[in-house]
């Protein structure tokens, strides 16, 4: 999430160089509920010691509304297909998603 939100601090200032504003809140989606209460919550545990930085970095931009985090099941989430060996199935459904034609199937 902290590498995500960077980057797109990194594409907002981008967009503001350009003289393109976008005022609206960036909506982060995960599908790891573990990782928004830690993010969402301000006590920090003796498990999460080794994650602080990441964990401030994304506070701070959700509490100044430039991000706002969501939580995505698994099953919707589209960057699966990028992280994780799916199934023909689930292939399929994330090709679908994402847009993406085949070209060389009959029409």
Do not use: Y
């Not at 960036?26 to 209460?37: E, M, S, V």
């Amino acid at each position: 999430m902290a590498s995500t939100c960077c980057e797109l601090s990194w594409l907002r200032c981008l967009l503001q160089d350009l003289q393109l504003t976008h005022s609206e809140p960036i909506t982060l989606p995960c599908d790891n509920q573990a990782a928004l209460h830690i993010a969402a919550n301000l006590v920090f545990h003796e498990r999460t010691r080794h994650i602080e930085m990441d964990c401030h970095f994304i506070r701070d931009k959700i509490q100044d509304g430039s991000k706002v985090t969501k939580h995505v099941s698994s099953s919707q989430q589209v960057a699966d297909i990028l992280t994780k060996p799916l199934g023909k199935e689930g292939f399929s459904t994330v090709l679908c998603k994402l847009g993406v034609l085949d070209i060389h199937s009959p029409t």
